[in-house]
Structures are given as C-alpha cells and as structure tokens.
C-alpha cells in the first residue's frame, strides 16, 4: 500500500502559460504532501507543505504568488505554476505522510516539466 | 556546511561487491531515511530508522544516534542496484526533511 501517483508524468510548456500538476493517494488519505522541485545532478529541494483543507506553508525563497497549491482533499493536491518561464523548468516531485506526525513520507513518480 | 553530508559522492563497483554508503548529519534528529532514486527520477523509501539496525533483502541500513552517523550497505550488488541514494533525517519533531547530497552508484556486470 502507500502509493502516491502524480500526473502529468511529463509536461511542455510555452512560455507564460500556466501548467498544473496532480498528486494523488491512491490508497490512503494523506494528512500532508509536500511538494519538491529537483534540478539536474542536485538533490531536492523542498517548496512546499501543503495540509487538507488550509493553506500551503511555503518555504523561504519560494514564490506562493508563482506556485499555487491547493490541498482540496485528503487524497489530491495540486500543484500550478503560474506564469512559467523556462528557468521553471524542473522536475517536480509530491510526497504524502498518511498519519499525523508519521516521519514517513511516500514519494510519486515526479512531473518533469520543460518550459519552452 | 550542510547539515546532511553523504560519502562518497559517486561510487562504482563490480558486481557481487559489497557496498558501503555513509552519511553523517549534524542536527538532532527524529528520524533518518535512506531512498532510492533512479535514473527515471521516481523515488522510493528504502528505510526509515531512527536507532539500530534495519534489514531488508539485500539492503541493510544502521544508525549510530551518538556519532550522527548511518550507512547503507549492499551485499551482493547487482547492475540493477544503479541508482543515486540519498540520506535525509525528519530534522527534530518536523515532518520536513533535509536532504544529502546523494551517492550515484553504479554496479557493473
């Protein structure tokens, strides 16, 4: 059990079109997701964690107006970059907790998205 | 300095080699992970451990909470072992977590 899926699995985009991507628990009910975004040959970085039903907590440095994430349910959140432009481009990678104060976090399969 | 540092940077071995990856972190912790990422870019949770030791097939992770210290060995690697590993710990009582740096390994047949 514990899988989390993201979709679209890869993405193109022109610049200054907006691009959404899901994250969804396919079999549990996630408390938290956090988003990443992962540069070539860097490790993740984390942008934002996102609870059911409240507003995202950004980390430092990250643009809420750009990346808008939205948690409606305990099982989607969904992630919008607004306005992309190719510095954007990035691979993006959700990961859901399915308990409160669980340390175990299951990852998805990662959206790669190239802004054009 | 980073608060998670992983050795070695890069790692090739043959097959059948026995695999050594350590990681050393300098906060206190709730608990450390050791995933899985492979070319692909999907990532898997290979452990979560916060004292002792954990064994899984071929994987065997340990963690010594005093010196700050984990490894990941890989007994008997394969080729499809290929992947970069990364360290993270859940940085005291916060779900986040803080990452390394990551290990490629690649295993040669």
């Known amino acids: 059990g514990a899988v989390v899926s993201q979709h679209p699995s890869w993405v193109i985009c022109k610049s200054g079109t907006s691009v959404k991507i899901e994250c969804r628990s396919l079999?549990?009910?996630?408390?938290?997701m956090f988003w990443y975004r992962q540069f070539p040959k860097q490790s993740l970085m984390l942008m934002a964690t996102s609870n059911e039903g409240s507003k995202a907590t950004y980390e430092q440095g990250v643009e809420k107006d750009k990346f808008l994430i939205n948690h409606a349910s305990l099982t989607l959140s969904t992630l919008t970059v607004t306005s992309a432009h190719p510095e954007d481009s990035s691979f993006y990678i959700c990961?859901?907790?399915?308990?409160?104060?669980?340390?175990?976090?299951?990852f998805g399969p990662g959206t790669r998205l190239t802004v054009t | 300095k980073n608060e998670v540092e992983q050795s070695p940077q890069n790692l090739t071995a043959q097959e059948g080699e026995f695999i050594t990856i350590n990681c050393s972190y300098s906060v206190g912790i709730s608990a450390l992970h050791w995933l899985q990422q492979h070319p692909g870019g999907g990532i898997v949770s290979l452990f979560m451990l916060s004292s002792g030791k954990k064994k899984h097939g071929r994987l065997i992770a340990t963690i010594n909470i005093q010196e700050k210290h984990s490894s990941l060995h890989i007994t008997a690697s394969h080729p499809r072992d290929s992947a970069v590993y990364i360290c993270?710990?859940?940085?005291?009582?916060?779900?986040?977590?803080?990452f390394g740096k990551g290990t490629k390994l690649t295993v040669n047949p």
């Open positions: 079999d549990f009910q996630a408390t938290t």
């Open positions: 990961s859901a907790t399915r308990q409160s104060n669980s340390y175990e976090q299951y």
């Open positions: 993270a710990v859940s940085k005291g009582g916060s779900e986040k977590l803080v």
